[in-house]
């Protein structure tokens, strides 16, 4: 039997990744979350939740003996645990580096020790900053954020280990993730969704033009399970995953404002609010490598996408 652990299960990506694995493998899962961000509840209430099949530590990826207990008798790891917030980066970068630099070689150090068989790191596009788009994998890193290079910095101590430790191991770039289970995420959909729901005015920050590849998480879960399953042609290898697709906020705007007026919601105009400071104008990125080497091919085009979240959001 396979076990996985899921680091950062109780979070947004995780419980959708938990909800995919649980559906569409036999595995048995080991979560492992200190519920900063995430809630044990959010678990417990994916619809298809199995006590049978998975097991729940609460600790925090940096104390050796909180992740010995959850990676013990595990095949694979998913390292989703992160601080994720670029502004929260750039405020207070040495907690960012703390939990995601410090968190991703403890969880490194501890496959290690286990004999762990792959090692999934959730990266991000912002490891790889401001590029003319589609953005692959050749292009130079130039983080703009703490938050991007503290996940460029987990890139590169995945490469070590599998340079100096023969450990396999893949750097998935996830583009901007929406979809279910995403209550307290600060994303540009979930603000959008919660924000109109609460009857007050969503904010648009800058002219709206930026653009985004914004990806479904059930689309990211499958990615994530074909890295731990895929052959690889090299024990590190790198993905950029999302749809391929460019969308601007504006263009989101609409396609939310539709999805709540055919729920019978009133949806505000928007206000403009001046750019964030570290965040990419336009970005998009090229999934040719995850669809030739994963079999990567994402399902919810942006309408369909939006739909199943603001069907999650209202019903
Ligand atoms: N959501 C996105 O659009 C997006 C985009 C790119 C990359 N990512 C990456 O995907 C991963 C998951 O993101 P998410 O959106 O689900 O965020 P999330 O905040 O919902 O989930 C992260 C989980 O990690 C837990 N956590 C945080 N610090 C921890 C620690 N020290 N020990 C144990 N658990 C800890 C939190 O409680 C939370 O449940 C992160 O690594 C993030 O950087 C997300």
Redesign the pocket.
């Known amino acids: 039997m396979v076990k996985v652990l899921v680091?950062?299960?109780?979070?947004?990506?995780?419980t959708n990744l938990v909800s995919y694995l649980l559906d569409h493998t036999n595995w048995e899962i080991s979560v492992?979350?200190?519920?900063?961000?995430?809630k044990k509840e959010y678990l417990t209430s994916i619809f298809n939740y199995d006590p049978e099949r998975i097991s729940f530590v609460e600790?925090?990826?940096?104390d050796e003996d909180d992740v010995e207990q959850a990676i013990t008798g595990c095949d694979h790891v998913v390292?989703?645990?992160?601080?994720?917030d670029v502004i929260a980066s750039i405020n207070a970068p040495f907690k960012d580096a703390d939990?995601?630099v410090t968190?991703t070689l403890n969880m490194l150090e501890a496959s290690l020790r286990h004999g762990i068989k792959r090692f999934a790191f959730?990266?991000?596009?912002?490891a790889v900053g401001e590029h003319a788009p589609p953005v692959d994998e050749s292009k130079i890193p130039k983080p703009i954020s703490p938050?991007g290079a503290s996940?460029l910095t987990g890139e590169a101590y995945c490469s070590a280990y599998a340079g100096s430790h023969g450990m396999t191991s893949t750097a998935l770039?996830?583009?901007?993730?929406?979809g279910p289970n995403?209550w307290?995420?600060g994303?540009v959909v979930a603000e959008f969704i919660k924000t109109i729901i609460d009857g007050k005015r969503p904010v648009i920050f800058g002219d709206g033009d930026q653009t985004r590849d914004f990806v479904h998480a059930a689309d990211i879960s499958s990615a994530i399970k074909l890295s731990l399953t895929a052959e690889l042609p090299s024990p590190f290898e790198v993905f950029q995953l999302g749809t391929g697709t460019e969308t601007s906020v504006n263009q989101l705007f609409s396609i939310v404002e539709d999805a709540l007026t055919d729920k019978g919601i009133e949806v505000p105009s928007p206000r403009y609010a001046p750019a964030r400071a570290g965040e990419i104008y336009r970005n998009y990125c090229d999934i040719s490598k995850a669809k030739d080497i994963l079999g990567y091919t994402p399902d919810h085009d942006i309408e369909k996408g939006i739909q199943s979240s603001v069907d999650w959001f209202t019903d």
């Open positions: 680091t950062g299960g109780c979070g947004f990506i995780g492992i979350d200190d519920l900063s961000e995430g600790g925090d990826i940096r390292h989703l645990a992160a601080q994720t939990i995601n968190g959730a990266s991000s596009a912002a938050y996940k770039r996830f583009a901007n993730v929406y995403s307290h995420k994303s």
